[in-house]
């Protein structure tokens, strides 16, 4: 299990197992030479703004944004609802489903994990009650290369749960968080040693 810095420039990389950039969240692209000389993991993301991202252009500019960072970086994030073309990359593919109203029933989640083009599979949803960690656990528990966790200050806990539960990835923040019940990196860093 690794921990994963949201990041919206370059700042802060040192502090992560692996850094995610949010390319839709920087004021400008960075130039690829540095994010290549970055020592960090990496993994890309142009987050459309329907699914709580800043981009607003076409998806023709965003695949061409992902492809210019791709053989620079580790992963690639990509929605799972993306076209086909966005799935041709020269490095692995964390396939992304989120929802910031609420938590699909389980077997809606089910059909979107099995239907995977990714090698690992990430859902984000909106918390609002119990039942809802319970269809995260319970999809932890049935699936290999899943990151599932609720949104939310209430359910940031959800994150560690996760982790606890085979999750490869813990999304944090450092200085500022990009989603709603993102731990910051030290603190999750203490979390997880108390319990491991």
């Known amino acids: ?44 993301t142009v987050r459309r703004s329907r699914d709580g991202g800043k981009f607003e252009g076409s998806e023709e500019e965003r695949l061409k944004i992902m492809k210019k960072y791709a053989d620079f970086a580790d992963y690639i994030d990509i929605e799972c609802d993306a076209d086909e073309k966005f799935f041709d990359m020269p490095c692995r593919i964390i396939e992304s489903y989120h929802n910031f109203k609420e938590t699909p029933d389980y077997a809606t989640l089910k059909d979107l994990v099995e239907s995977r083009r990714g090698e690992i599979f990430k859902i984000a949803t909106m918390g609002r009650d119990r039942k809802d960690v319970l269809t995260m656990v319970r999809l932890l528990c049935e699936y290999e290369n899943v990151i599932a966790f609720l949104m939310g200050e209430k359910f940031s806990y959800t994150r560690i749960l996760s982790a606890m539960l085979g999750s490869p990835f813990i999304y944090c923040h450092s200085g500022k968080a990009v989603a709603p019940g993102q731990l910051e990196v030290g603190t999750a860093r203490k979390i997880l040693e108390m319990l491991l």
Do not use: T, Y
């Open 1 to 44: 299990m690794k921990l994963v810095v949201s990041l919206d420039s370059l700042d802060n990389v040192e502090k992560a197992d692996i850094v995610e950039l949010r390319l839709d969240l920087f004021r400008e692209l960075p130039d690829p030479a540095e994010v290549q000389r970055m020592e960090n993991e990496k993994i890309v």
